[in-house]
């Protein structure tokens, strides 16, 4: 019953490099998304995914970019990482819109960059 | 773009009743309204959704009036284990849009 995973769990960088967070849902989810949460602070939408084949803008997407792999699996890139981009990630999924459909959220990846 | 606005924080006892209110003037007429709970170091995860009037499950209920501006979540006999914080989550029901989560309400539960 893992609903939605994330690797990795933990991860430093340094300036300037880069890494792929990897998401995969086993609850057959349309739709995907990924957040970020800065301390004391709400989630922030950055991508999302309304279904396999389709990827498109939130709310904060500058410095990522994203990839719907097939319908279990949606990645987050970070080109050229950035101390401002130091945050824990949520990827989370739903049936399909988000507005009647609740979310499941994996349990994050928490990003330190140097 | 509906915004949401809660209480930064509320404390409690443990045996209470908690009230959090959310805001939310600009609610569309497709919206739903959802909340979610996070503990420390875990995703959020769903409690309870509606659009309109009251609905309860087995571990909230949730109060929405006519006009829609504003929600309740009432959490019955909160225990330590209800320490956290809750978001509240207004979304454009078939549709996708910028999902705003607002800061959320941390809630303290005191023995």
């Known amino acids: 019953n893992a609903g939605v995973t994330q690797t990795p769990k933990f991860q430093v960088l340094k300036t300037g490099q880069s890494m792929t967070l990897q998401c995969a849902q086993d609850?057959?989810?349309?739709?995907m998304y990924w957040y970020r949460q800065d301390p004391g602070m709400g989630l922030r939408l950055i991508y999302y995914?309304?279904?396999?084949?389709?990827?498109d803008k939130g709310e904060v997407p500058n410095g990522y970019n994203v990839s719907r792999l097939n319908k279990r699996e949606f990645s987050l890139r970070l080109e050229s990482a950035a101390p401002s981009q130091t945050s824990v990630y949520f990827c989370?999924?739903?049936?399909?819109?988000?507005?009647?459909?609740?979310?499941?959220f994996g349990d994050g990846t928490r990003l330190s960059i140097l | 773009l509906a915004k949401t606005t809660q209480p930064i924080s509320m404390d409690s006892y443990e045996g209470q009743e908690v009230n959090i209110t959310c805001s939310h003037n600009?609610?569309?007429?497709?919206?739903?309204i959802t909340w979610y709970q996070q503990f420390p170091s875990q995703g959020p995860r769903f409690i309870i959704q509606?659009?309109?009037t009251k609905v309860t499950n087995e571990v909230a209920s949730l109060f929405i009036p006519a006009d829609r501006k504003s929600s309740t979540l009432s959490l019955p006999r909160v225990s330590l284990s209800d320490t956290a914080v809750y978001y509240c989550?207004?979304?454009?029901?078939?549709?996708?849009?910028?999902?705003?989560f607002g800061a959320g309400t941390r809630l303290a539960v005191h023995p």
């Open positions: 989370a999924s739903s049936p399909r819109a988000p507005g009647g459909q609740p979310q499941h």
């Open positions: 609850m057959n989810h349309n739709s």
């Open positions: 995914s309304a279904s396999e084949g389709t990827t």
């Open positions: 600009n609610i569309a007429t497709n919206d739903y």
């Open positions: 509606g659009y309109k």
């Open positions: 989550l207004v979304g454009l029901s078939g549709g996708y849009n910028k999902l705003i």
